[in-house]
């Protein structure tokens, strides 16, 4: 069974750095693109980062660029999420996406790019 498992998340102090890690297993991980999407309360699901199968290519939302960065290890299975200098406006539940593609033209950037998702992990950020 496939399954995505989110760790990391907790308090944070503005201006602080904090990594999500996301592991993955069940399914050939090196040939799916992966995404970061985050909900806060009473809003939708937004995305924030996605990256194609190799971790060549890169996409972020406005929102976050320039302070956040997504990578992947392909041998550890795992995709992470480093959030530097974190606002109070990104707090939310953070999840893990994967997709049935590779994402070589450009990894998904909506929701329905993406199959598998993970249970979420919150994260605060205290100002």
């Known amino acids: 069974q496939v399954r995505l498992i989110e760790s990391g998340g907790g308090l944070v102090q503005a201006g602080g750095t904090l990594r999500l890690s996301c592991a993955a297993s069940?399914?050939?991980?090196?040939?799916?693109?992966m995404g970061w999407f985050r909900q806060a309360p009473g809003k939708e699901r937004e995305f924030v980062a996605s990256i194609n199968w190799s971790g060549s290519m890169a996409y972020y939302a406005d929102s976050v660029k320039g302070r956040f960065t997504i990578s992947r290890d392909n041998a550890k299975r795992t995709v992470d999420l480093q959030k530097s200098s974190p606002k109070p406006g990104d707090a939310a539940v953070y999840y893990c996406?994967?997709?049935?593609?590779?994402?070589?033209?450009?990894?998904?950037?909506?929701?329905?790019?993406?199959?598998?998702w993970g249970q979420g992990a919150q994260v605060n950020v205290s100002s």
């Open positions: 996406a994967a997709s049935p593609g590779r994402g070589n033209e450009r990894p998904p950037v909506y929701k329905d790019g993406y199959d598998i």
């Open positions: 069940g399914r050939t991980f090196s040939t799916s693109a």
